[in-house]
């Protein structure tokens, strides 16, 4: 029997069918028919019924970025960033299905496993590594990770490639865009097409592992002495794999986001925020992955940073003076100094007529949280943003469609709405504020 005719018992074929393909459909359109469809079936309430098409559609998410992993399984693990931007009666559906994609995918044989440890390590490799779990610890896009120990006594966390990961990868991301129409139901408004380019444009990025190790030597050794922030040092690497000290954590951001207590989300919520802005500065590079899985709580209250497969050169060794400044106009409030700073960045073209207010109030997920001595983020504050600024009868909305990003903030800004939704996941308040101040080139004055 088929899961169709298993949910749907009772109905005539022809209905059943017609239940599991809306099911499959995008939400929007989906979501219109089985309101229709729940007033004619059994008596079945409307809202039952699309309840039941957001949690299909949720299954089918975790299922076809799950079996594609490479790219895809990257796209869901952006995307379960934003859920925090949905309403609540939808977000229950895909909450516990994207964050699954956080850290996990299915296993690599152990056989295989070290085949690539003796081709990128040597035929001796077992003599530096001279322990290693037969079971990962945990899988990601393009690899897993075994814990081990190094010759020295180290424990080690040694991340394999997944063989014919470029390829896979390469042809994941062409497959995307059957996901993205998916991606526009679970986040209505986001700008899918433009997230899919740049991901296409970065993600491969994550199968160089000796560049990955370079930026996290440079991580590692700028935050060596810090009391807050713990960044693990590289041990050894090859092609497709790469040996790191391991971290002995409690479970990653994904697990105070679920059951942290309102401190422990202040906490690391304001040692997130701290990381993401202070980095650029410190190590000329940006970690442009914020999903929840790489960040780790460690025993002694500080936060561990993992992965840095996507870790950004920025050309000006931090963030660019112009983005704090311009911060820093439209948190007093002048919507004409704005309009002209940004237009002089290149953020509004030539030629392009704006209403200055209309752009200040267009900036204010942005910007809001500067205004505070204390910010507290939230699911409700971001959804109330995302709809408004979406909203086509919101003055705002026209903005988005005028503005420019130019090429060199791209990955910034897709950092820092992921930012804004992890911290909007953890319900996080911290001193935002004083962050920019301190961090942010141009904030201060």
Same mark, same amino acid.
Request: glycine share 10%; charged share 25%; proline share 7%.
């Given at each position: 029997?088929?899961?169709?005719?298993?949910?749907?018992?009772?109905?005539?074929?022809?209905?059943?069918?017609?239940?599991?393909? @809306?099911?499959?459909?995008?939400?929007?359109?989906?979501?219109?028919?089985?309101?229709?469809?729940?007033?004619?079936?059994?008596?079945?309430?409307?809202?039952a019924?699309?309840?039941?098409?957001?949690?299909? &559609?949720? $299954?089918?998410?975790?299922r076809?970025l799950?079996?594609?992993?490479? /790219?895809?399984?990257?796209?869901?693990?952006?995307?379960?960033?934003?859920?925090?931007?949905?309403?609540? +009666?939808?977000?229950?559906?895909?909450r516990?299905?994207?964050?699954?994609?956080?850290?996990?995918?299915?296993?690599?044989?152990? /056989?295989?496993?070290?085949?690539?440890?003796?081709?990128?390590?040597?035929?001796?490799?077992?003599?530096?590594?001279?322990?290693?779990?037969?079971?990962?610890?945990? +899988?990601? +896009?393009?690899?897993?990770?075994?814990?081990g120990?190094?010759?020295?006594?180290?424990?080690?966390?040694?991340?394999?490639?997944?063989? /014919?990961?470029?390829?896979?990868?390469?042809?994941?991301?062409?497959?995307i865009?059957?996901?993205?129409?998916?991606?526009?139901?679970?986040?209505?408004?986001?700008d899918?097409?433009?997230?899919?380019?740049?991901?296409?444009?970065?993600?491969?990025?994550?199968?160089?592992?000796?560049?990955?190790?370079?930026?996290?030597?440079?991580?590692?050794?700028?935050?060596?002495?810090?009391?807050?922030?713990?960044?693990?040092?590289?041990?050894?690497?090859?092609?497709?794999?790469?040996?790191?000290?391991?971290?002995?954590?409690?479970?990653?951001?994904?697990?105070?986001?679920?059951?942290? &207590?309102?401190?422990?989300?202040?906490?690391?919520?304001?040692?997130?925020?701290?990381?993401?802005?202070?980095?650029?500065?410190?190590?000329?590079?940006?970690?442009?992955?914020?999903?929840?899985?790489?960040?780790?709580?460690?025993? $002694?209250?500080?936060?561990?940073?993992?992965?840095?497969?996507?870790?950004?050169? @920025?050309?000006?060794?931090?963030?660019?003076?112009?983005?704090?400044?311009?911060?820093?106009?439209?948190?007093?409030?002048?919507?004409?100094?704005?309009?002209?700073?940004?237009?002089?960045?290149?953020?509004?073209?030539?030629?392009?007529?704006?209403?200055?207010?209309?752009?200040?109030?267009?900036?204010?997920?942005?910007?809001?949280?500067?205004?505070?001595e204390?910010?507290?983020?939230?699911?409700?504050?971001?959804?109330?943003?995302f709809?408004?600024?979406?909203?086509?009868?919101?003055?705002a909305? &026209?903005?988005?469609?005028k503005?420019?990003?130019?090429?060199?903030?791209?990955?910034?800004?897709?950092?820092?709405?992921?930012?804004l939704?992890? @911290?909007?996941?953890?319900?996080?308040?911290?001193?935002f504020?004083?962050?920019l101040?301190?961090? @942010?080139?141009?904030?201060?004055?």
């Amino acid at each position: 029997m088929s899961d169709a005719e298993g949910s749907s018992k009772g109905l005539p074929r022809r209905a059943a069918t017609r239940t599991a393909k @809306l099911a499959a459909l995008p939400m929007g359109y989906a979501g219109r028919k089985a309101l229709g469809l729940g007033k004619r079936i059994g008596g079945k309430p409307a809202e039952a019924v699309l309840a039941d098409v957001h949690q299909r &559609t949720a $299954d089918q998410l975790f299922r076809t970025l799950g079996e594609l992993k490479g /790219g895809a399984m990257k796209f869901g693990q952006m995307l379960s960033i934003m859920e925090a931007a949905l309403p609540e +009666s939808q977000a229950a559906h895909y909450r516990a299905q994207l964050t699954r994609l956080q850290d996990s995918a299915p296993p690599m044989p152990t /056989g295989i496993v070290r085949g690539l440890l003796a081709r990128d390590l040597g035929p001796e490799w077992s003599d530096q590594l001279v322990e290693l779990s037969e079971e990962p610890a945990a +899988s990601a +896009s393009i690899g897993q990770v075994h814990r081990g120990r190094w010759a020295d006594g180290r424990e080690v966390a040694v991340k394999v490639q997944y063989p /014919g990961a470029d390829e896979a990868l390469r042809a994941d991301l062409r497959q995307i865009g059957r996901v993205a129409a998916i991606g526009n139901a679970v986040v209505p408004g986001m700008d899918i097409k433009a997230l899919v380019a740049e991901l296409q444009e970065r993600v491969v990025e994550e199968l160089d592992y000796p560049k990955e190790a370079e930026a996290q030597r440079v991580f590692a050794e700028a935050y060596a002495d810090h009391p807050l922030i713990h960044v693990p040092d590289v041990v050894a690497v090859g092609p497709s794999v790469l040996v790191t000290e391991w971290v002995e954590s409690e479970g990653s951001i994904a697990k105070i986001i679920a059951e942290g &207590t309102p401190e422990e989300r202040d906490h690391y919520g304001e040692l997130l925020a701290r990381f993401w802005f202070s980095a650029p500065g410190m190590t000329g590079m940006l970690h442009a992955d914020p999903h929840p899985g790489n960040f780790r709580v460690l025993p $002694d209250g500080r936060l561990a940073v993992l992965d840095f497969g996507l870790a950004a050169r @920025l050309p000006d060794r931090g963030f660019p003076e112009a983005m704090g400044r311009l911060i820093r106009i439209a948190a007093t409030g002048d919507a004409d100094a704005l309009v002209a700073g940004l237009r002089h960045e290149g953020f509004i073209r030539e030629g392009i007529k704006v209403e200055p207010q209309h752009v200040l109030d267009y900036l204010a997920p942005f910007v809001t949280p500067a205004l505070e001595e204390r910010f507290r983020f939230t699911r409700q504050w971001m959804r109330e943003e995302f709809k408004r600024i979406n909203d086509p009868k919101d003055p705002a909305y &026209t903005v988005g469609l005028k503005l420019n990003l130019p090429p060199s903030y791209l990955l910034i800004h897709r950092v820092w709405l992921g930012g804004l939704g992890v @911290l909007a996941q953890l319900n996080a308040e911290a001193p935002f504020r004083e962050i920019l101040e301190e961090y @942010l080139p141009g904030f201060a004055g």
